[in-house]
């Protein structure tokens, strides 16, 4: 029967995450630059007290060092780390690398595990995702896959060029996707794809610059890369040839999850920061919070987060319960991705010139949140997915029960929670 | 742990409460007449079904007469019978009634259980909440309560006006609330006041006029009131004197949600509709559900159905596990009043022509929705309390973690839903 | 160079129109009934005075009764006019004779005039203009166009059905789209049509039922309609033969407007009233407009009027200076639709139960006004085609400055007003 | 009578601008960077063709060096050149110097324009406005005003701290407000209070940092700024004591509207990079403007825009015709403000990646237009401010016009534009 309690060591965890974000995160933000980024040795010395708080890569089995946590006791956890664009670097969660890691715990076979998956757990090694290419490419649309990986002998040769690939600057290995010819799609509309481990070194994977963008992106940027005759030998391959896309599904709904519960991270302390602000400035002879106004972008802000923490938690325990998902991860993701912004937004409204200045954190969650909006899909593609989804069960429901011409009978409904886990 | 799964027997009795309203309730909808209302027969052999079908009085304790459900149940059945305006009618759940049988229950003496709750549960009768006073008596703002109690000997005399009294043209009796002079308030803003039980036939008390309104209420409209020396017995006050505000407390957070839920089951049926529809139709060579501007506003109701579900579900946790459930309830009746207007207004937008005819349910829901966001406390109201308790909160927690400039440490936070309820 | 004033004579005329509506027309609301209409002697002896007060047909031609106004000064009339529901009515100037009037003086033969026109302007007579029907046919997509009209000799055999025609119960004459087989369409999306003038006495012309509607029209309803080989005479065509969509955009783009104008007084009013209540309530200790809550509502919806007087004023004028108006005209029926629902919605609100009462006219503006969102192209018609605009304007300037890979320098704009009536 | 036309004078005036900044502004962009701001002899050099094109100081009197515009000829020229943040600068007609040179030509005795507003229109030196205070000094609230000047002698010593005043590094000479003693305050809510003209090389005046910030502010940053015993002679004083405010409504409301007309510029360029991306890409076997959310931006953005020129015109025609234009100035900046931040908000959305980037200016226009939301009186003040307006004119017109209790009859509005240069 649903509940919505934290078990008594979720709920010790959730505050030991937030005392170490408080205590030790959020003092080292000074040390961000906006041009510059963070100091290599400062993420070092709060990735080691992370880890001797027992505070490290949460998603990860505790074989490889992690603290396996399932995805509702991320939810917690990664929300806490999130009160900080440090917090889940210093806990190593953050993207790409966390994505990655749960694709390789997946998919690689032991030996890729040992010399890509531990070392990356351990903090000692960034990654990337190399799947996003220039137009006319695969962006918004995957179909549109160019880069192409053909064999020779016992090798793979890659070629092709791809686009705001994060952290590439610095990473040790890509994980790149590209079509193969082993094989003839089953769906038409999708070419095969594999996916490759790709040393940074190889000289036939080329860093073209850093793209110059809005948010701060502050370890290793967002990358354009020219692959040109790299070469890769057979064991490169992640997981089967062919699997591509299917991989990329797996990668995809729990990092759209772990996004989101990061970023609301990012809401909740905006709207703290707006709330404290509120509370101790005046004007026009009142205390700034209030004045309706201010108190109206305050609950507004309140809300959405906890309509927000109530959609993640749920998205969270159908992929536990061994649903897939992408349903509710798009609804998910899409709503939570344009709370953030006006969360942000709002807050930053409230601070007035506080909020625009680089003095409170909130000029930087403004550029930096924006982009969320756009990737992982663009809330457009989400939205269509979502309709899709609910009009063909409003189609089956109709076969169903007989057509009703004022449409009242359908039933069951899409949208409803329980469906999923029902085993449970 | 957090979950949402539904017990077997609550999935059983979800379906069978939809399976009941789609056979039964929804074809007797043609009855309905926006002019005339429902006729009393076809309501009383609605009801005689719903009680065969093991579906009747469902908030009410067992021994009198109802199923005895907990707040997390009721989510569920009143969400389904709320598919039709007609649902809570038949199943005796609806509004102004719940409310008033959840409050005798709480407050009435055993006498007054069987003068009162017994036949009312049985749905032998009909109530009233007389509570709202024309301006410049209480609205909004109950601290203006005007009309008063004085006693006379063994007896009360009551005198005011009330205004916006649901159901009260064929209601039994009142639950009428007055202000009484025995006490000083506590609350220097709140008057002392207390509640009445009063016969509709007692010649003090008098409808003036049935209110012409947006909405068309089918039974018992929205009538003007005027309590001219009403005069009753001792027995007629309901609970203990002076504690009325502390009982419309009682009686609101629950009834709050309970709004919430049927209104959610319009929502829901609103967007089935809207989707039948568009899977049905086309326009410009292309099924209408096609059409991108289509499908965002149904994936935007869905998406919004979904979150408006969860905040319910999390509402009625709070209160099952004890909570006082203000903060969330308050959160929870302004997101879902606004959800389903919005939900109404698209899906009526979709059906086009259609949506606004009377052919459809649409337009009765989009003229009955609207007073949602009014009573029950305007949304306005209800942003100003959820702001004050998040400023609150923030307060405290720069009190406990000393002030730091940049507001960035704040915590705990107040809209987290796992500080409800944490010893179940 | 543009200008914002008014002439003295118009400014006259608006004031004249202005006192006319506030001491004779609006008193006569009280009989307004939501079930049975208002009383035709009333609406008779309302139109006597206005035509006493020289205020009658302001839109049509002197020498058949009217009063020749432009365009532009029709905007700053209808609007005055459109404080009440019943303003239109009484200077005959009201959907749809007012639309049929303008039609007939552009297309019709002298004798039609006489037979048909003069009568209209008079206010002897009504009419409808039967376009619209029901799926699968000519609703929001014209070129589903069903309904037919054969050539049998020197008649014409008219068949189809037609869907929520207003005003046609109690009408003298429809004015009747069908398709003609008289030609090749030029355009293959859309057929041939024709208009046909047929007096509602024509047996084969037949009411089915007044549609049931979210609005409460009230004079002649929207009605269903069948024709059943409804034989005409060659006269009663109206204008050439096949080219019935051109007069309907002869017909829709002006009437369009005239929407506006009429709905923005309807929008003005409801501000008006909701800020008389605002400076009149108390709640909380303080007036009612006081509180920002309320305050931001009553800017918004004053800003947003504003602006919408703002861009019917333009359209006006590019229609007086000869522009086709296409592009503005949906603009501004999009942007007016919308604001003048946000402005009701708001005042409502702001009014709190009083504004869901009958005893203020917001509740029946709320119902009336939703409607216009839909009628003369939904509002997602009316976005295709502005953005199509938009498009082909920033392709065009690429073509002649060159492709520009940032898309930087796109110019002339599409969206600004002063590319039309240049040669003034 | 209204007219939206342009003079020929003002047409070509208008392609002229548009045509320099395509051909000689847009293309220096990619100098501009977002850490080190644009090169100094780039814009030497950008300024000497704006001079030899004949565009130079648009805005100030052709003694002075200017072309002596009237505000609705700036209307039109100001767009233009807003499509890039370098185009007014190009013109010498960016803030904060564009508003310091009309307070000057309005206020300055003749020494003080030939020292100051001379080389200022000539661009020979830059200025800056030094009003805002950091908390708890004057902000949003500007009597809160905490600077003090104060009379020793022949001159005036003056300390406080100043905030955010924009352009400071690099500038020649402030204008600085302080409260000065030397008379009573008529208005009891505001100081007394005197503007200075300040040399930048005063010992007195010292700039403590350059505040960092969400918008990338090309010349010389937001300052903090510190005047110790800064003493100035009697010839500092700019115009009269005693009357810095009403100075500084001088200032506000024509820069307020200045400020406008240069962000549309930046809002039409975001719709028409979006809109020659949208032709230019595919996703999903479809030109990306085909997909109907594509299409709604754009069709929003469009007449979102149209909207905002329009009340720009208006608001410069009641400026140029004697209004004092507050109530309108302030419609509009709140209007615009979040006009174009909705408009850059969906040209980024549309180009996805691509607007992320810093490729395309939609990034940097992001991160310039937010504060504009902020300064020059945050959208909740303007709204305040607007609503007390049409509170008082609807009080106005019930006291006129009797009490109607229904709110019916308020007239005549407030927000009607005709009331406004009623005797031009």
């Keep these: 029967m649903f509940d919505f309690s934290l078990s008594p060591a979720l709920m010790d965890l959730k505050k030991r995450t937030a005392a170490f974000v408080r205590e030790h995160v959020i003092p080292e933000e000074r040390y961000l630059d906006e041009h510059t980024g963070f100091p290599q040795e400062k993420l070092k010395e709060l990735r ?14 505790e074989e490889w060092g992690g603290m396996g946590l399932s995805m509702r006791e991320m939810s917690v956890v990664f929300e806490e780390a999130g009160h900080s664009l440090l917090g889940p670097l210093a806990l190593n969660c953050s993207a790409p690398d966390e994505g990655n890691m749960h694709l390789l715990e997946m998919v690689a076979t032991p030996e890729q595990k040992e010399r890509y998956l531990r070392p990356l757990v351990n903090g000692e090694i960034r990654s990337c995702f190399a799947m996003t290419e220039p137009p006319p490419g ?8 160019h880069t192409t990986a053909v064999r020779r002998g016992s090798e793979w040769v890659i070629n092709g060029d791809k686009w705001y690939i994060t952290g590439a600057e610095g990473a040790a290995f890509a994980i790149c996707m590209a079509r193969t010819e082993d094989g003839q799609g089953q769906d038409s509309r999708q070419p095969r794809a594999s996916m490759f481990l790709i040393d940074m070194d190889n000289p036939g994977f080329q860093i073209i610059r850093e793209i110059p963008s809005l948010d701060a992106n502050f370890v290793g940027g967002h990358c354009e890369i020219a692959l040109r005759d790299c070469v890769v030998p057979e064991e490169a391959v992640l997981g089967a040839v062919g699997e591509g896309f299917k991989y990329a599904q797996v ?42 106004m201010v108190a109206e972008m305050i609950a507004d802000s309140a809300t959405e987060i906890h309509a927000s923490r109530l ?17 509710e991860t798009s609804m998910t993701k899409t709503y939570v991705a344009e709370v953030v912004n006006r969360v942000v937004d709002r807050s930053l409204q409230i601070c007035g010139s506080h909020g625009v200045s680089m003095d409170l954190p909130l000029a930087l969650f403004y550029r930096s949140a924006r982009p969320f909006r756009i990737y992982d899909g663009p809330s457009e593609i989400h939205r269509t997915v979502i309709a899709r989804q609910v009009l063909k069960a409003a189609a089956q429901a109709a076969q169903v029960e007989g057509f009703i ?20």
């Design 138 to 145: 695969a962006g918004t649309d995957p179909s549109l896959l």
């Design 48 to 61: 080691r007290k992370a880890r001797a708080a027992g505070l490290f890569a949460p998603h990860v089995e």
């Design 251 to 292: 990668r995809l709904a729990p990092a759209r999850l772990t996004h989101c519960m990061r970023w609301l991270g990012v809401a909740q302390r905006s709207l703290d920061i707006a709330a404290q602000y509120a509370n101790t400035r005046e004007s026009f002879g009142q205390q700034l919070g209030k004045h309706q």
């Design 405 to 424: 011409p004022e449409g009242a009978a359908v039933s069951p409904k899409t949208s409803e929670p329980e469906h999923h886990g029902e085993g449970q």
């Design 311 to 327: 959609m993640i938690w749920h998205a969270a325990w159908v992929l536990d319960t061994g649903g897939n998902g992408k349903y």
